[in-house]
């Protein structure tokens, strides 16, 4: 599957904005999905993931309550919607797939297709 994330920009503490990543190349609703970020000079971190079916949410403690992860397999689309976002949200941010059964993942390990990123910059 060939991942691509779109949304990404720059916007003030506190505010919010919703990015997407759109699968084609396979069938989307065979994909586990997840959500990563990296800073400069940090390693690639886990922020969220999400079931084939959209069951099963998972997130990293510093963005739980604050961010959304959901899925829309007619559209081959997962969504990572970030509220009251803060200056230390800002990264690339990745989506990440992986063919399994009805699963979510926190680990890096376990997705195999990656996007190409989508920056994000939150100013204080």
């Known amino acids: 599957v060939q991942l691509v994330e779109s949304g990404g920009g720059l916007l003030q503490a506190g505010g919010s904005l919703r990015l997407s990543c759109i699968g084609s190349g396979d069938t989307f609703s065979a994909y586990a999905m997840g959500w990563f970020r990296q800073a400069p000079g940090k390693e690639r971190e886990f922020v969220a993931g999400?079931?084939?079916?959209?069951?099963?949410?998972r997130y990293a403690d510093s963005v739980k309550d604050r961010f959304i992860i959901s899925r829309d397999n007619a559209k081959n689309t997962v969504y990572l919607e970030m509220n009251i976002v803060k200056p230390e949200d800002t990264a690339v941010y990745y989506c990440?797939?992986?063919?399994?059964?009805?699963?979510?993942?926190?680990?890096?390990?376990?997705?195999?297709?990656w996007g190409q990123g989508t920056q994000v910059t939150v100013s204080s």
């Open positions: 990440a797939g992986e063919r399994t059964n009805n699963y979510s993942y926190t680990s890096l390990s376990h997705y195999a297709y």
């Open positions: 999400i079931s084939r079916t959209g069951s099963n949410p």
